[in-house]
């Protein structure tokens, strides 16, 4: 097999790096295995083992740094036939731990060769993950408040059943990497090295350094037994193969004309419990009836049962770009809590707008044509009061029409809840424009 290395773009390190060897190491690998090009994506993040992409012949994708991981899981699992490589360093190991955590509980078919090299080489030489505390770096004494981290003993608690470490120096380096691309699971490989450019500077590490190092540390015997399980992609695929197929969504006939031309733009102003969401879906709903694209935007606060419940609606005969709203044609105004979290709007609101106003919730002084309506003498309850706002609507003939709106709740409910809903619509009842 050829080399796969990139001959427009040969592998330039510092000298005496010892990146430039794994780099030789991963295409005598390659060539070993009998791969092609287009039988393999190496995938990178930030720093001097982000290069690795450009380096190689090959499918690549570079991405953010510690992030590498989340990118390959994608990639294997559309295209699980290629040979996924991601090369990382200790300082993506550090920024990206928990996506490596997520790798090893997987068990996704992928590759993680980690350069380590015990220091942010490529940003001024600071501690990373690994730096041994005694180390002196550009991060002044940091790297003695942190113990550093053993991914390899991290990796196995947290269900890697392939886990191994050796020198960059190593002259089965080509082997190792092999045997860790043939594993079929996630597979890591830490592979220690020398960063002449900042590391060394200051810190005495050689390849036998590396090595006695190495030999005093617990042997790793891969595959560990009680890790070994089914491959994540191939297990995925053979439980899916067993659901029953998703249906396809439900189509919206385009079966009537809406009563105004053009894009109209719609804000409910509500509080937590009136169905706020719920109506701007019905009113998406209504727009769909009439062909008329539509889009929906949401804000209530996290907790839930409380606060502000704002539903943005655009609904329009033309494609929608963007979907902020800043002058809306109608505000539906239904609580204090909404039209306090949005009281900016009503500056912008001139006469050809519609405030459909519930009664005693106050409005900022405005140009607006108002509607009020008194829900509690017609015995609506706060939680139909936002669906009852777009009966009024509809009964106006502004933005939808009373079929319009009859035809989504038919789509949206069934039995008793659709009855109920269409009853409520029936029995509602306008105000005269204040």
Not at 112 to 134: D, R, W
Not at 181 to 202: E, H
Not at 293 to 299: A, G, L, P, S, Y
Request: charged content about 20%; aromatic content about 6%.
């Amino acid at each position: 097999m050829p080399s796969l290395l990139n001959v427009s773009r040969p592998p330039v390190f510092c000298p005496g790096c010892s990146h430039e060897r794994i780099t030789h190491a991963l295409d005598n690998a390659f060539q070993n295995m009998d791969l092609y090009e287009d039988q393999i994506v190496i995938v990178t993040d930030i720093g001097c083992s982000g290069l690795f992409d450009t380096f190689f012949h090959t499918h690549a994708f570079h991405g953010l740094h510690g992030r590498a991981l989340t990118y390959a899981a994608g990639l294997k699992m559309a295209r699980p036939e290629l040979n996924v490589i991601v090369t990382m360093g200790d300082g993506g190991l550090g920024i990206g731990g928990a996506h490596i955590l997520s790798a090893c509980r997987r068990n996704l078919d992928l590759t993680l060769l980690i350069l380590n090299n015990f220091n942010f080489g490529m940003t001024g030489g600071q501690f990373s993950a690994t730096t041994p505390p005694e180390a002196q770096v550009g991060s002044g004494f940091l790297n003695r408040l942190e113990s550093p981290l053993d991914v390899c003993r991290l990796a196995s608690s947290a269900g890697a059943a392939y886990v191994t470490r050796c020198s960059s120096y190593a002259k089965n380096l080509a082997e190792e990497i092999e045997n860790a691309v043939r594993f079929d699971g996630f597979s890591i490989l830490d592979i220690w090295g020398i960063c002449p450019g900042r590391y060394t500077k200051r810190n005495r590490l050689t390849p036998q350094i590396i090595e006695d190092s190495l030999a005093k540390l617990p042997l790793i015997k891969s595959p560990k037994a009680e890790n070994l399980r089914k491959e994540y992609g191939k297990h995925y695929r053979e439980l899916s193969a067993g659901q029953k197929p998703v249906p396809s969504p439900a189509k919206i006939e385009a079966t009537f004309k809406p009563p105004e031309p053009g894009r109209q733009e719609l804000v409910i102003l509500g509080s937590a419990g009136q169905r706020i969401i719920t109506a701007g879906e019905i009113l998406c709903l209504a727009g769909l009836t009439a062909g008329l694209r539509v889009t929906q935007k949401n804000e209530y606060n996290i907790t839930v049962l409380r606060g502000p419940s704002i539903s943005e609606l655009i609904l329009s005969p033309e494609e929608i770009d963007f979907t902020g709203i800043v002058e809306p044609n109608v505000i539906l105004a239904l609580s204090r809590e909404g039209v306090a979290r949005r009281k900016h709007l009503f500056n912008h609101l001139d006469n050809n707008a519609l405030i459909i106003q519930a009664l005693k919730v106050e409005v900022p002084s405005c140009n607006a044509r108002i509607h009020q309506i008194d829900f509690k003498a017609q015995d609506i309850r706060p939680r139909d009061r936002a669906l009852a706002a777009l009966s009024v609507l509809a009964k106006l003939n502004k933005v939808i029409h009373l079929e319009m709106l009859q035809s989504a709740l038919k789509f949206r409910f069934r039995g008793k809840i659709l009855a109920s809903a269409l009853d409520l619509v029936d029995r509602v009842e306008t105000a005269k424009l204040m």
